[in-house]
């Protein structure tokens, strides 16, 4: 079965330091998504992107985040300079289209230190 | 808003008992409703979902769930649990405009032998 891949499973990294984490959302769907979960809390969207641009994004998707799709398969989130509270699970997830079923990578622990 | 209410944070349930998993939502139109699981440290599996149509839902691992919209629910159940199905369960509600996720607080499952 088709399934998102998330790379790295697990990254440490300084206060301040620059973090990419990288995603294949699985081959046909058409819309991308970042979560994240900090530990103990809710799962919490961040932002959807769809035909090369940004659909929709949260509050707490700002101007640290970015978001692109280099190439045709990967799908990246970059944190500019991590903050403490960016410590969390962050999950790429991808759906065929609007409306339909949103499929969840296995998910990479930050951890800012 | 949108907004998801899992009223169970810790459900213990011996294994072979039947088992429901309460879930209320809150939404201003005809919601997209999903079930998943996470086992630790690992992602989120979808295990059920309802767009429309049949208010009762299978899923995967022998669960089902029921839409009851005059009860803004969507309880997910099993018969007959099974050691393994310890994991968090987390509801969300799907929107379509948005294409984005609410999910709940979740509900942490623990069986015993």
């Known amino acids: 079965e088709p399934e998102v891949t998330q790379t790295p499973s697990h990254q440490v990294t300084q206060m301040g330091q620059e973090v990419i984490l990288r995603c294949v959302p699985i081959?046909?769907?058409?819309?991308f998504y970042w979560y994240r979960q900090i530990l103990g809390q809710k799962v919490e969207f961040l932002v959807s992107f769809y035909n090369n641009e940004i659909s929709e994004k949260s509050e707490i998707f700002d101007d640290q985040f970015s978001v692109e799709r280099p190439d045709g398969s990967n799908f990246t989130l970059k944190i500019r300079s991590t903050k403490l509270e960016d410590s969390a699970m962050y999950f790429c997830?991808?759906?065929?289209?609007?409306?339909?079923?949103?499929?969840f990578g296995e998910g990479s622990w930050l951890t800012v230190v | 808003a949108q907004s998801v209410t899992q009223p169970d944070i810790h459900i213990t349930v011996s294994e072979g008992a039947s088992l429901e998993l309460r879930c209320n939502y809150s939404y201003g139109a005809t919601p997209y409703l999903f079930w998943y699981v996470q086992s630790p440290g690992q992602g989120l599996q979808l295990l059920l979902k309802?767009?429309?149509?049949?208010?009762l839902v299978q899923g995967i691992k022998g669960f089902e769930a029921e839409f009851k919209r005059s009860q803004s629910s969507f309880n997910l159940r099993k018969p007959s649990v099974h050691w393994s199905d310890a994991a968090e369960y987390f509801c969300a509600v799907g929107h379509y405009v948005g294409n984005m996720l609410t999910f709940g607080g979740g509900t942490r499952l623990m069986v015993k032998p």
């Open positions: 081959s046909n769907h058409l819309y």
């Open positions: 309802y767009f429309s149509g049949d208010t």
């Open positions: 997830a991808s759906s065929e289209d609007r409306g339909n079923t949103i499929y």
